[in-house]
């Protein structure tokens, strides 16, 4: 069975920002097993299910696809690479609340990035 979750991520600690952000955020939906892992084979059915919305202030929201790239993962909001945010290590890190990822922009800048929220899509899975 699959399960489609719908995954809130908001800027972590950095020099800038040292409480964080939550207006700086992105809500994936993607599908995730047991121990908070993506589940690729359920992704691999439904690929254009996996979505991300990127909100940052002052900026117009942004869509996209979260795509598998090789060995990593990354945010597509137009066909080609010039605007992908590749993301590492999601193959072996679960998407948990209080779990951390990075994200890396196009001009190669990192972010850490915290999952807040982590709840069961209803309109999605099979």
């Known amino acids: 069975m699959e399960h489609w979750n719908l995954v809130r991520l908001e800027l972590a600690r950095t020099a800038d920002f040292p409480r964080g952000s ?8 993607v599908p995730l097993d047991s121990e908070g892992l993506i589940d690729g084979d359920a992704l691999a059915r439904r690929p254009g299910w ?3 919305r990127r ?4 900026e117009a929201d942004q869509t996209g696809l979260l ?3 090789g060995k990593g993962w990354l945010f597509s909001y ?3 690479e010039g605007e992908d945010e590749k993301l590492y290590h999601l193959e072996d890190h679960p ?3 209080g779990d951390h990822v990075t994200l890396t922009e196009p001009d190669g800048s990192r972010f850490p ?14």
Not at 55 to 58: E, I, L, S, Y
Request: no cysteine; net charge positive; hydrophobic share 55%.
């Open 95 to 97: 998407l948990r609340v």
């Open 50 to 52: 996996a979505t991300v």
């Open 55 to 58: 909100f940052w202030p002052n």
């Open 67 to 69: 795509l598998r790239n």
């Open 78 to 80: 137009a066909i080609g």
């Open 22 to 29: 939550a207006s700086r955020a992105f809500m994936l939906r």
């Open 113 to 126: 990035f915290r999952v807040v929220r982590s709840q069961a899509d209803g309109a999605g899975g099979a």
